[in-house]
């Protein structure tokens, strides 16, 4: 039997955690780190929906067990994040040891045989899955692309130009003979040089130059 429907709800659901939390950290990390795990979650939802309709011999039913595999493993913590502080007759839901087994259990479930020739129409279910996928995914796209704007209208008119400049006399190292204290300082917060030049245009070498000559060790390739 030819499947010759639209299965893109197993892509969709598999993409969706990922891209929104790209737009949470959009400001901490470039935006091609995000393809490699678009790549693989694309790829590792293509290859188990293959696998699955080979399996069951039905595309639909394949799709629809590939989403539900997709949810149980990437949606996991964000069920479980919700339901941490939730507690039922004296036992916190929200374990692991409670939560997973119970997780397993509907991912179980809901994927037998039974269920599946519980639904009249398949085709409503991958139409449903599909449109509900694809709303959410357009949402959050949209949602993030209207901050940015946002953000930019905000930086432009709030932001001012700045210009720092530093002389070798602005600080002077006077000759100790006794003992005294050591202060390590980390900036918090205070990017690396390569990444303040990729993200906000910054260029911070001067800083860095005149820092070096003055005998501080500094970190190039430092990551929190």
Do not use: C
């Amino acid at each position: 039997m030819k499947d010759n429907k639209l299965f893109i709800h197993p892509i969709l659901f598999a993409l969706y955690p990922i891209l929104e939390l790209y737009f949470k950290l959009s400001s901490e990390i470039l935006v091609l780190d995000v393809f490699r795990p678009l790549f693989v979650a694309i790829s590792v939802s293509t290859v188990l929906w293959l696998l699955l309709r080979y399996m069951v011999k039905n595309g639909e039913r394949a799709a629809f067990i590939d989403t539900l595999i997709i949810i149980f493993v990437l949606y996991y913590g964000a069920v479980h994040h919700v339901l941490w502080d939730v507690s039922l007759a004296g036992f916190r839901i929200g374990r692991h040891e409670i939560l997973i087994p119970f997780w397993f259990l509907i991912l179980a479930f809901l994927g037998s045989p039974w269920v599946w020739q519980k639904f009249t129409n398949p085709r409503f279910i991958t139409l449903f899955l599909n449109i509900t996928s694809a709303t959410a995914l357009t949402f959050s796209i949209l949602r993030f692309g209207f901050v940015r704007v946002v953000q930019a209208q905000q930086d432009e008119v709030v932001t001012p130009s700045v210009q720092v400049t530093v002389e070798p006399d602005d600080f002077v190292i006077q000759n100790i003979t006794s003992d005294v204290d050591i202060y390590y300082i980390i900036l918090d917060g205070y990017g690396r040089n390569d990444v303040l030049s990729e993200l906000y245009t910054i260029d911070n070498q001067e800083f860095l130059d005149f820092l070096d000559s003055r005998g501080f060790y500094i970190a190039n390739e430092s990551q929190a």
